[in-house]
C-alpha cells in the first residue's frame, strides 16, 4: 500500500512540475516589447511572435481573441520613431487605413492628442510637453486598439 502511494505521488508531482508553461517577452532598449516566446513543459503553447499569420490568413482561422491577433499583426506594420524623441514623432504605416485614430496620451490616461489618421506617414509634434513617458495609441473603426506602443519624450 505505501508503494502505491508513494508511486501515486510521484506521478502526480512529476506531471505538475512539467505542465508548468511560462511566457517569456523580449524587450526593445527602450521598452518596447518586440518578441514573446513559450518557456518550459507547454504541450500546446500557441503561436509565439514569429508564427503568427500574415492578415490575409488571419480571417480564415477560427481563433479566440481577435484584437490580440490585430494587434501582433499590425505591430509588424506600423512603425514609430525615432523613441525616445525630444521633438517630433514620425508614425508610418505600411498601408492606408480609413476612419483609424491615434490618441496620445500620459501614463495616468488624461488624454493629450487624438486626432484621425489621413496619410499613410505623418508627424506628431510633441516638442512643447514635458519630459515623461506618455502612451501612444491606434484604434480601427469599432474602437478596437490595434497598436499600442510607450514614448519616451525627453
Not at 512643447?128 to 469599432?142: E, G, K, N, Q, R
Amino acid at each position: 500500500m505505501k508503494t502505491l502511494f508513494f508511486l501515486f505521488f510521484i506521478i502526480v508531482i512529476s506531471t505538475t512540475l512539467s505542465a508548468q508553461c511560462y511566457i517569456q517577452y523580449t524587450y526593445d532598449s527602450s521598452g518596447n516589447r518586440i518578441k514573446r516566446e513559450y518557456v518550459g513543459g507547454c504541450a500546446h503553447p500557441g503561436p509565439s511572435d514569429d508564427q503568427i499569420p500574415s492578415a490575409d490568413t488571419l480571417q480564415s482561422l477560427a481563433i479566440e481573441s481577435r484584437s490580440e491577433l490585430i494587434r501582433l499583426d499590425m505591430e509588424a506594420r506600423i512603425k514609430v520613431y525615432p523613441n525616445p524623441t525630444d521633438g517630433y514623432l514620425n508614425v508610418r504605416l505600411d498601408s492606408p487605413h480609413q476612419n483609424w485614430t491615434y490618441r496620445l496620451s500620459t501614463l495616468a490616461g488624461q488624454l493629450i492628442h487624438q486626432a484621425d489618421i489621413v496619410q499613410q506617414e505623418f508627424f506628431i509634434d510633441i516638442g512643447h510637453l514635458p519630459s515623461a513617458p506618455y502612451i501612444f495609441v491606434i484604434c480601427d473603426t469599432t474602437d478596437v486598439v490595434v497598436y499600442k506602443t510607450q514614448i519616451i519624450k525627453q
